[in-house]
């Protein structure tokens, strides 16, 4: 149980477009997903957390416009680069917690390449 | 600010010996903890967590102890397989609500035959 999924698993993109990448809970209903950005061989940065039908919130430094994040339903979660550059590339990782619960259970994560 | 971090980046361990990877903490305030497996390329894995009322709790072949006097996590692997070499994260959550983990800065588990 307990099983998240994201696609895509990598993607490679222009510098100039919009890439999305979506979070799957596949066997629980998940209230709350994260999005974490995580460089190499660094530890995971968190970028917002969602919550299903309102607004994500951001951390600090993360710009709600150029990282749009949807939560349409208790088990998709999506988080589109919008604009993408070469600073974007990086590897993203989402997690879900479902209603109450602490735990929360991450994805495989999705390589994004900015050419 | 607060945070919580990792004694040794680096642990190097002859196979079948027993591991044990490290975390401080500083929020007092934080009640659950929980240690993360990462594998090149993957997603965070959950091994075990502990909440702030316990000491100590097991699981398969590992174990977490905490210390609240000195805010400080451990994660005990018994006979250390190949296949524990990664990458290990301790996380602590904030305690406000929002469930946000901090997470440590990693340590990175090496398994010698």
């Known amino acids: 149980g307990a099983v998240v999924s994201q696609h895509p698993s990598r993607v490679i993109c222009k510098s100039g477009t919009s890439v999305k990448i979506e979070c799957r809970s596949l066997?629980?209903?998940?209230?709350?997903m994260f999005w974490y950005r995580q460089f190499p061989k660094k530890s995971l940065m968190l970028m917002a957390t969602?919550?299903?039908?309102?607004?994500?919130?951001?951390e600090q430094g993360v710009e709600k416009d150029k990282f749009l994040i949807n939560h349409a339903s208790l088990t998709l979660s999506t988080l589109t680069v919008t604009s993408a550059h070469p600073e974007d590339s990086s590897f993203y990782i989402c997690?879900?917690?479902?209603?109450?619960?602490?735990?929360?259970?991450f994805g495989p994560g999705t390589r994004l390449l900015v050419l | 600010g607060e945070s919580v971090g990792l004694h040794l980046p680096t642990l190097s361990v002859q196979e079948g010996d027993n591991s044990i990877i490290n975390c401080a903490y500083s929020?007092?305030?934080?009640?659950?903890f929980i240690w993360y497996k990462q594998e090149s390329g993957k997603g965070p894995q959950f091994i075990i967590d502990?909440?702030?009322?316990?000491d100590k709790r097991q699981g398969q072949r590992v174990t977490v102890l905490l210390n609240k006097t000195v805010k400080h996590l451990s994660l005990q692997i018994a006979a250390t397989q190949p296949g524990d070499s990664a990458v290990y994260f301790c996380?602590?959550?904030?305690?406000?609500?929002?469930?946000?983990?901090?997470f440590g800065t990693g340590t990175r588990l090496k398994v010698l035959a």
């Open positions: 997690s879900a917690e479902s209603g109450g619960e602490e735990t929360q259970y």
């Open positions: 066997d629980f209903q998940a209230t709350t």
């Open positions: 969602s919550n299903e039908g309102s607004k994500a919130t951001y």
């Open positions: 929020n007092s305030a934080s009640d659950y």
């Open positions: 502990i909440r702030s009322n316990m």
């Open positions: 996380a602590e959550n904030e305690s406000s609500g929002t469930y946000k983990y901090i």
